[in-house]
């Protein structure tokens, strides 16, 4: 009977996947248009761009637009793997075949023991609530390495530390997969071989691998960041900045931006505080803390990042998902709140995009309650994590019990 309805478990979630995705690739090849701006634009205008760029064996060193790690120019090349298709139409393909690629990972793990098919079903559903952005972006790519990294975990810690060594080369936030990896184990110092020798090889063969560094230092706040809804309620009380297309993103610039971007990254030093002690106090690790781990340190600073770009919750759906392909794992409620918060995010873009760039009470509202399923998500999953690896302090025995403690064995 198991059997038969893991079966039917099995054929329900490939179903689902499969029409949930259809929808997807239909959006994102236009023959259904999904409402709001054209966020496929991205891939035919600025990544195409990148790529005639980055065939000359350089990178894109004059475009403040490119602020990714050097390994990122591999998914903008890669649609030349399929020279039958125009540069998008390639484009959507590969990310595809890089969400198969990641359910593939998750059934897989999903049906060994211990295990369950619950971390699959996040990622089924997820990913569609985001709407076609998930395709049009290279996120789902990189989610791709770190899901498989966090898969690779404590059995094969030399495979994880390479595959989130090459995920950060080419968006740096897998690197917060290592957090929860333990320090014997080789993953680190694979980690670290892998980032060194692909800056290296980067460094030498393409000319402006590392100009991305300097292309930040004059950012706003994003529109659609925890700290934009300081200047959505401003700009009814006649604050003076205005809101522009500003290093890729739409932006908060004028009075106090500096201020509040600063309060954005302490918070997300504060987080890292935080994650630096529970390293240091946890004493309990399981097969799904490493999972666990990352996905909470992925939260955090997604949720404090003074940019909040749809996409990223494409690697919040992920490690999500890994983390409930555990049994064991206590991230089912933050996991929730996630999707939640995907599904707001759909609405605020790009669906209703226009009431957030205006400010008006829809846009303010959206953006208030995606970012606050955010916020509860971090703090929920901080607290399941804490709870299940550091051991509780001892109390110390009151006068009259530690008493009684040293005459019984006397007596005895």
């Not at 298709?85 to 023991?113: E, I, M, Q, T």
């Not at 393409?206 to 300097?214: H, K, N, Q, V």
């Not at 918070?267 to 390293?279: D, E, K, S, V």
């Not at 995009?353 to 999953?381: C, E, I, K, M, Q």
């Amino acid at each position: 009977m198991e059997t038969t309805g893991a079966r039917r478990s099995l054929t329900c979630l490939l179903i689902t996947w499969g029409v949930t995705r259809l929808l997807l690739l239909l959006f994102v090849f236009k023959v259904y248009v999904f409402p709001g701006p054209d966020v496929t634009s991205d891939v035919s205008v600025i990544y195409q761009d990148w790529y005639d760029v980055l065939r000359t064996g350089t990178f894109p060193q004059d475009d403040v637009t490119w602020q990714y790690p050097p390994a990122a120019a591999l998914p903008i090349l890669s649609p030349a793997l399929l020279p039958g298709l125009d540069y998008a139409s390639a484009f959507f393909v590969l990310a595809f075949l890089a969400d198969l690629v990641v359910l593939a990972l998750l059934v897989y793990a999903g049906l060994r023991p211990d295990k369950r098919l619950r971390g699959a079903w996040v990622w089924v559903a997820g990913v569609p609530l985001l709407g076609p952005t998930g395709y049009a972006r290279y996120d789902v790519m990189v989610t791709a390495v770190a899901v498989a990294a966090l898969l690779a975990g404590s059995r094969h810690p030399r495979a994880m530390g390479a595959l989130a060594g090459f995920g950060a080369m080419l968006k740096v936030w897998p690197a917060l997969l290592l957090l929860g990896a333990r320090r014997r184990g080789g993953s680190w110092a694979a980690a670290a071989m892998t980032v060194s020798g692909l800056a290296a090889l980067f460094a030498v063969a393409m000319p402006g691998a590392f100009a991305f560094l300097t292309f930040q230092r004059d950012r706003g706040t994003e529109v659609e960041s925890l700290g934009s809804l300081v200047f959505h309620v401003a700009r009814h009380h006649g604050w003076g900045g205005e809101v522009l297309l500003n290093y890729g993103s739409v932006e908060f610039l004028g009075p106090w931006v500096n201020i509040v971007s600063t309060a954005a990254l302490a918070l997300t030093g504060m987080a890292f505080g935080w994650l630096l002690l529970w390293r240091l106090l946890a004493t309990r690790f399981e097969a799904h803390t490493m999972a666990d781990a990352a996905f909470v340190a992925v939260l955090m600073f997604t949720t404090t990042s003074r940019v909040i770009s749809p996409q990223y919750l494409v690697w919040l759906v992920g490690l999500a998902a890994v983390c409930l392909c555990f049994r064991a794992s206590r991230m089912g409620g933050p996991a929730g709140l996630v999707l939640a918060a995907c599904f707001v995010t759909v609405l605020e873009f790009p669906l209703w995009f226009a009431h957030v760039v205006a400010s008006d009470p829809l846009g303010v509202t959206l953006l208030a309650v995606r970012n606050g399923l955010l916020v509860l998500a971090s703090l929920a999953a901080a607290r399941v994590l804490w709870r299940a690896t550091v051991p509780k302090p001892v109390e110390p025995l009151a006068p009259d019990h530690a008493a009684r403690a040293e005459e019984e064995p006397a007596s005895s």
